[in-house]
Nanobody, 123 residues
Framework: VQLQASGGGLVQPGGSLRLSCGAS????????MGWFRQAPGKEREFVAA????????FYADAVEGRFTISRDNAKNTVYLQMNSLKPEDTAVYYC?????????????????WGQGTQVTVSS
């Protein structure tokens, strides 16, 4: 499975971005999917996860109510809608796929990782 994250960029505080994670090589319809992020000088941290059919969603406390994870299995793609962005959301965002169908907050649950896309929130 190859994952390609896109949609990052520079946005002002309070703005919005939508990240996409396209999968190739095989379908990820029955995979749990997640988004993680890593800010400069910090460890990578969990952001959001979704189970295979989109029924179960998980969010980090820091993004709950502002970010929304979703997926379109027909397009083999997962999304992260980010609203009300804050400077502290600045990081490289990574998508990941887990062979199990459930989403997970744990990095160790994921088998495949994308290359990351930079999100910078600044005025």
């Amino acid at each position: 499975v190859q994952l390609q994250a896109s949609g990052g960029g520079l946005v002002q505080p309070g703005g919005s971005l939508r990240l996409s994670c396209g999968a190739s090589g095989r379908t990820v319809s029955y995979y749990g999917m997640g988004w993680f992020r890593q800010a400069p000088g910090k460890e990578r941290e969990f952001v959001a996860a979704i189970n295979w059919n989109g029924v179960r969603l998980f969010y980090a406390d820091a993004v709950e109510g502002r970010f929304t994870i979703s997926r379109d299995n027909a397009k083999n793609t997962v999304y992260l809608q980010m609203n009300s962005l804050k400077p502290e959301d600045t990081a490289v965002y990574y998508c990941a796929a887990a062979r199990g169908t459930a989403g997970s907050r744990s990095e160790s649950s994921y088998d495949y990782w994308g290359q990351g896309t930079q999100v910078t929130v600044s005025s």
